[in-house]
């Protein structure tokens, strides 16, 4: 039986094989495509158009151009950014999506890390036809076959 103690399931969670780490990354899905109407979310993927909801960069009300950070009442970037995802780091459990970045102190762009659960995927990568089969029987409960 699984443990109940909360230290016992964080320490679970970081022992995790990378395997299941990666399966553990999944975002909602919200796109207009029949077929996927009744996914709820999927895992994330290189390629895969996202909405950035939450942090710094998920405000889409938000029409401040300042970059002084959202401590002093102002988004630091853009607000509400649609874009691709650029990378996924397994290991630490974040994403990079394209257009996300901050300045250094130094003057250098640098990618902002992002959690799955704060963005929202609108469009799939169309690379791996095998992945979309895969999400439609997973949806349907293999009721096509």
Known sequence: MVSKKAGKQRQAQTDAPIHVLRKRM???????????????????????????????F??????????????????????????????????????????VTKTTADGKEEAVPLHPSNLIVTKLNDADPLRRKHIVERSNGGADQ
């Open 58 to 99: 998920g405000f889409p009300n938000s029409v401040k151009t300042d970059s002084r950070g959202k401590r002093l009442g102002q988004s630091r970037g853009r607000a509400g950014v649609k874009s691709t995802i650029a990378s996924v780091d397994t290991k630490r459990g974040i994403v990079f999506v394209d257009g």
């Open 26 to 56: 999944r975002a909602r899905l919200i796109t207009d495509d029949p077929e996927l109407q009744s996914v709820r979310s999927v895992t994330v993927r290189v390629g895969d158009t996202v909405e950035v909801l939450r942090g710094d």
